[in-house]
């Protein structure tokens, strides 16, 4: 039967969702230097339409689809067959199919939007598209089937991620650094120094994310009650505590608190909160984000120690963020808030630890081998990085023949 | 005539333009502008990185009076900018050839 409620709901957060992409692009946009600004604000954009028609073609079916053997969806539902105004048996029963689908819609487009951070200012623009149609369908979709399919293994073990630790923030994290180890950095890498050139335009994203957000984990209760509710407080209690502990780390260890850190630490503890979103209560959630501020500042720190030039931090923020809030849903988890899910340890379930632990690995592993073989291919055949002048040039007048600012 | 250019802490502008004003300086061009001298940079912090910065920002002003003004203003200059910390910046002076009014195709001191 389909709520009417529930289903405003979820169109509602669909919507919200979906705007984290833009925001996405302004966080990511501030952080680059001016000639790649729009290069670097497309690569999200541009997602938002690739990922949309692949996933109606068979993104969804492959990620949702009826089940093979706990792996991967069919491709029954391929073009959307069969998903429509009644709802899913086994998904969001009380909205229809097709709402349900555009939520985790709006999922699998800002995940590998995500992993653009990475390799941001050098990135060939025709080799992006083919890496993202790929990355989508050969690691987004068989990770989604695996946590949140019907049928799926993760899932059937008893994993916990509410809203997308593992098949979002690790996921994209550990790519970004499989892709750091293919893609070359970038030139003057370690000596040059490479300024934001808009931390206002970072900040502005950085604060749609946080609005977005509620979307992405309140709408991850698929129904609009007590869940939702506890959900979006706990989103918001981790991304206030985490910019605070960003900001007094970063105070401490270089002697000023800056704007871009706040942003950071909030967008940190927005990251750790999301497998844990709707299995803890409010006082777990301020445990969780203050530990994700000051863990994923440590995250940002040890690249330079690796020489890794993992331009905008995806690995540091969500690589290091969504590892801690999945294991963390291990510690902190409780049947209190969330009947459907488990106690963790705190609460005398040790075993969840081990669950969650078993989750985390496998998504590193699987994301990190994937992404390499993707980029090695490509690399051999389309080829991943601009050319040293065009790098020189700036990507927006390269690669799109446009430049952002104009006297 | 005489041309004065000045480099100076872009916080001491407002003092540095009333005192002109006060001793009869008509007009001034300002600009933004940036260089290094022996206060050399700052550091910026960007994610706990920091990060050298060499040129400082700096006021440029441009004035130009009668030779008879130079003495008074440059010591006005002198003055108003003056903090007594490095990075206080430059006075220079230069004779100029020639000035001229657009508007009335005035010469010369009448055109200051």
Redesign the interface.
């Known amino acids: 039967m389909v709520n009417t409620g529930d289903t405003a709901f979820i169109l509602v957060s669909a919507a919200l969702v979906m705007f984290m992409t833009p925001g996405l692009a302004l966080f990511y946009g501030g952080m680059v230097r001016n000639k790649n600004v729009l290069a670097t604000i497309m690569q999200s954009y541009i997602i938002i339409c690739l990922v949309s028609v692949s996933w109606t073609l068979w993104g969804y079916s492959l990620s949702f689809g009826p089940d093979v053997g706990g792996v991967i969806g069919n491709l029954s539902w391929f073009a959307l067959t069969d998903v429509g105004l009644t709802p899913s048996a086994d998904y969001a029963t009380t909205v229809p199919h097709l709402a349900f689908m555009v939520f985790q819609l709006m999922f699998a487009i800002i995940t590998p939007a995500l992993i653009t951070g990475a390799f941001a200012e050098r990135m060939k623009f025709k080799t992006f598209l083919v890496f993202m149609i790929l990355w989508s369908t050969l690691v987004y979709s068989p990770l989604a089937h695996w946590v949140w399919g019907s049928g799926g293994w993760l899932a059937k073990m008893g994993a916990l991620d509410f809203a997308g630790g593992t098949v979002v923030h690790i996921s994209s994290g550990i790519s970004a650094l499989a892709a750091v180890l293919v893609i070359a950095k970038r030139r003057g890498h370690g000596k040059e120094?490479f300024?934001?050139h808009n931390v206002p335009m970072t900040v502005t994203g950085a604060a749609i994310l946080w609005f977005g957000w509620f979307g992405f984990n309140a709408g991850s209760a698929l129904t609009s009650g007590g869940l939702a509710a506890s959900a979006f407080v706990a989103t918001h209690i981790a991304a206030a505590a985490a910019g605070l502990t960003w900001l007094i780390t970063?105070w401490i260890?270089?002697g000023?608190p800056?704007t871009?850190?706040a942003a950071?630490g909030s967008v940190a503890g927005l990251v750790a909160i999301t497998p844990a979103s709707g299995f803890v209560g409010p006082a777990s959630a301020l445990i969780i984000g203050g530990v994700a501020g000051t863990l994923c500042?440590l995250g940002?720190?040890a690249k330079?120690k690796f020489g890794y030039d993992d331009s905008l931090?995806v690995v540091g923020i969500h690589g290091v963020g969504g590892t801690w809030g999945a294991l963390a849903t291990g510690l902190f988890a409780t049947v209190a808030v969330n009947e459907a899910g488990k106690d963790g340890l705190f609460f005398g379930n040790p075993a969840q630890l081990w669950i969650q632990f078993v989750s985390v690995v496998t998504t590193w592993v699987f994301a990190f081998v994937m992404t390499i073989i993707i980029l090695k291919v490509l690399d051999a055949t389309m080829g991943l990085k601009v050319s040293d002048e065009e790098e020189v040039r700036g990507l927006d007048i390269t690669q799109h023949s446009e430049t952002a600012y104009n006297v | 005539m005489r041309k004065i250019e000045a480099i100076i802490k872009p916080f001491k502008l407002d003092e540095v333009k009333e005192g002109l004003m006060e001793i009869g300086v008509k007009g001034m061009t300002v600009t933004e502008v940036k260089g290094f001298g022996r206060q050399k940079g700052h550091t910026e912090i960007y994610r706990g990185a920091e990060y050298r910065v060499d040129f400082v920002p700096k006021i440029k002003i441009e004035v130009v009076v009668a030779a008879d003004m130079v003495a008074e203003a440059v010591k006005v200059i002198e003055q108003k900018a003056k903090t007594g910390a490095i990075g206080d910046g430059k006075i220079f002076v230069s004779s100029l050839e020639e000035v001229i009014r657009i508007r009335t195709g005035e010469r010369g001191k009448e055109a200051i």
Do not use: A, F, N, W
């Open positions: 120094q300024i934001p970063e260890h270089r000023k800056t871009l850190g950071s500042y940002v720190m330079s931090d």
